[in-house]
């Protein structure tokens, strides 16, 4: 018999200006994974904070096994058998397994016990960890494993799932999987957000469609197509992306044996990386995050030099080019972070624009701006690539996500690069923007552009790419063409596989 | 030159004597750096608990109760510091520069009457049987109340960090606020008991000056060791230990260079004074060049809940 272990009734709350929930009702029955599904911005998030006690709703009330419940603070809803394992994780670098674990809970024992719980727990859901290794030091499906093992600790009742597989190997989601039927199968309940479709359909018993703060459906994930899911969460028909075949042009870019060590403490240092960009095609670049994808980027974009090989662009030697000289000559580069790496937060739409596109449009003479032409360039990528905001006067951080990344990769593509080098490209961004920011890159590429994509969306590499091949390590696998690939080669490429492995003789 | 007038144990005393007040200030600003706040008014805070200190010190007879008034009162004034970063979200360098002027303002205005002025001085405590030993006795066991303080709050401060779950909750603070206040603590709260404790300890230093070192009150005499603390914080790591290690051979190479100026060595003066700042650096600097900085990652970073 189904029993009812959270009841969400009529849940509202308004945030100045935005409605992130209104009037959001449903059940999560006990021991059964229910997905919650919605765009960016549709509310996901806001309902979780709520159920997690970091958010007071405006109106509504929560039940717990029947009765209220209204977690003022985190610490009162994991006290109620309530875990959450965030998408952006809460754990601190520099602090050891144990230590971190031991933060997310309310009556931590001392850490030896502690160390020992840790051990047997992981252990007996396939998820072994190390308490006593520093977090910083471990991969992202490492750090998801302590995350989740923190929760596992407290015996949740209900734990809430945040895009837990954004960042995985599909290996490491099999596991994930499986971890997560084994805590069904003992009663516990587990909340799942995810935009994956398929996904939701292997995994979920049932599924609550938001779309822009109410609740616009429910359904059971198994009975319903991925088109059906997808249409439901944008409300209307999305156009896939077309993929023409045309044969490859001559090489544009040359990336002959480079190695760069990384800045950042807990970076991964690229070796001996070597790769060939031809005009027409894509290649993408897959991996689990933090394998040198950065890096990669930084020696390519100019922001970083490699300590030997070379990157010929066209027949000229740029390895030692800075990123404005090699946007002269063709190179262009859209990095991952939208907000401080692609574009200044503070900074109008217009000055924004100047900053990438003042050589190849010509927006400064003789050391002067030219605002009319600025202006004019910032709204045509505001016109063609729909950047929704009320004028190219505004800043730059006053944008969504979504619609600042259409921003800054139409910036790019608008100066006709003859080499792109884009990192994570719909990183945070809801279905329909992705797949106009993924048409978009198609079209660069037909008409003749060499485009490399970093990204950590395997579906979108499959979709667009022409060639594949993942980081490791900061090496670089064999490049394969991705029409001959399947899901378990790919897998075992980000895994680093030995015979999968090249090291460039 | 007469090198033999310079006497080891009586270095080594004075060396523990001089490295005190920067100590105490340092342990302190490591505290709160490891809680993710820079708090650049060390100097300030130091040299308003000197003289009050001093006043308390000179009215009552009593250094002690000086000692405690001059932490309780640098401790209060350096809430004013946290107020403005923590709860009005102001830039944390250009407060604590601030609060660096304001205390060497009021600190001048309320000495005024006190200039020129003995304060009385902590006695140096006898412990039976240990300051009887030669030499060793002298140089390790005749010496006041604060200085054995001092050394126990490093101890004291170390243990925390390393073993309390209030020590890991403040670390986690300064490492990533934004998942402390997603784990449900409080970061604000531990944020500004790391203020108040570092500004209690700061005045604690400044009035060891006034009260031990250099017993009466001088305009500015704290004369940058609010800011050789700071950079001992840095240079240190961090860590208590080599804290407590870099304070000492500041406090060592000032006392030396003293002795070599007074044994008329034929380097001129210029460069014996700045040397305890030049050697304290590179040392700590070598020594932290190597393996993790362990720099707190939200150090300096201004928090908002976004919730």
Known sequence: MIKKLLEINGISKTYPGVIANSDISFNINTGEVHALLGENGAGKSTLVKIIYGLVKPDSGNLLLNGVPFRPGTPSEARKAGIAMVFQHFSLFEALSVAENISLGMDNPPNQRDLGKKIKSVSESYGLPLDPAKTVGELSVGGRQRVEIIRCLLQNPKLLVMDEPTSVLTPQEVDILFKTLLKLRSEGTSILYISHKLEEIRKLCDTATILRLGKKVDTCTPEKTSTKKLAEMMVGSTIKAPEKLNKPAGRVMLNVNNICCVSKSQFGTSLTNVTFDLRQGKILGIGGVAGNGQDELFAVLSGEQFSQHGSIGLNGINITKFNPNQRRKIGLLSAPEERLGHAAAPNMSLIENTLITAENSQNLVSRGFIDWKKSKAFAEKVIKKFDVRTPGSQNTAGSLSGGNLQKFVIGREILQNPSVFIVNQPTWGVDAAAASSIRQALLTLSENGAAILVISQDLDELLEISDQFAALNGGALSRIEKTADLSMEQIGLMMGGAKDLEVHNV | ?307
């Open chain 2, 1 to 307: 030159m007469d090198f033999s007038s310079i006497n080891p144990a009586l270095l080594i005393a004075s060396l523990m004597v001089s490295a005190t007040p920067i100590l105490l200030a340092a342990i302190g600003e490591a505290v709160v750096e490891k809680s993710g706040v820079l708090n650049l008014g060390v100097e300030g805070m130091m040299i308003v608990g000197a003289v009050v200190g001093f006043i308390v010190a000179v009215n009552t007879d009593t250094p002690l109760l000086g000692f405690v008034c001059a932490a309780i009162i640098s401790g209060i004034f350096s809430i004013i510091f946290g107020i403005l970063t923590q709860y009005l979200k102001s830039n944390q360098v250009a407060t604590g520069l601030g609060l660096t002027l304001v205390g060497l303002g009021l600190s001048a205005l309320l000495g005024r009457p006190y200039e020129g002025m003995k304060s009385p001085t902590l006695k140096a405590l006898e412990i039976p049987f240990f300051s009887d030993i030669p030499v060793l006795g002298k140089m390790l066991f005749s010496h006041d109340l604060m200085i054995y303080f001092s050394i126990f709050l490093v101890t004291l401060v170390w243990w925390f960090l390393k073993y309390t779950h209030a020590g890991m909750v403040l670390r986690a603070v300064g490492e990533n606020h934004d998942a402390a206040h997603a784990l449900g603590y409080k970061v604000v709260l531990v944020r500004m008991l790391a203020i108040m404790f570092g500004g209690a300890t700061s005045g604690l230093g400044g009035a060891y000056i006034s009260l031990a070192r250099v017993p009466q009150w001088t305009e500015g005499m704290t004369a940058g060791a609010g800011w050789i603390a700071l950079a001992i914080v840095v240079f240190a790591s961090w860590r208590p230990w080599r804290v407590l290690f870099g304070a000492y051979i500041f406090g060592g190479v000032t006392v030396l260079q003293l002795n070599l100026q007074a044994a008329g060595a034929s380097i001129p003066v210029e460069y014996l004074s700045m040397s305890p700042y030049l050697i304290t650096i590179v040392v700590l600097v070598i020594i932290s060049s190597r393996g993790n900085q362990g720099a707190p990652a939200s150090l300096g970073r201004p928090f908002h809940a976004s919730s």
